[in-house]
């Protein structure tokens, strides 16, 4: 299994930006960030593949980057033009198999996560 361990949340007014980082054992093929609001079930908005393809939800998709540093093995989250219903925890997440996707039963690997809260 693959550790994970993340970092970087906090309070954030809207409209500021956020930067979160996952500090990985190891890479698998893909790896993602999911998140889970309050009174919501937990859900992928964001994976990158071994090769630097990226893909995002749509509902993100103008405002987030994620990015593999892998010199330090850290997957990387910046978010933009933050929003209330951005509050949640966010995990980072090891794929297991070569099909990278959002769907969290692709995924074996998880961080404890870490919260982001709105401050407006």
């Known amino acids: 299994q693959v550790q994970l361990v993340e970092s970087g949340g906090g309070s954030v007014q809207a409209g500021g930006s956020l930067r979160l980082s996952c500090a990985v054992s190891?890479?698998?093929?893909?790896m993602a960030w999911f998140r889970q609001a309050p009174g919501k079930e937990r859900a992928g908005f964001g994976n990158?593949?071994?090769?630097?393809?990226?893909s995002y939800a749509k509902s993100v998709k103008e405002r987030v980057t994620i990015s593999r540093d892998n010199a330090k093995n850290t997957l990387s989250l910046q978010m933009n033009s933050l929003k209330p219903e951005d509050t949640a925890m966010y995990y980072c997440?090891?794929?297991?198999?070569?099909?990278?996707?959002?769907?969290?039963?692709?995924?074996?690997?998880w961080g404890q996560g870490t919260r982001v809260t709105d401050s407006s």
């Open positions: 990158t593949t071994n090769g630097g393809t990226t």
């Open positions: 190891r890479y698998t093929y893909c």
């Open positions: 997440a090891a794929g297991s198999g070569p099909v990278c996707s959002l769907s969290s039963s692709r995924f074996n690997s």
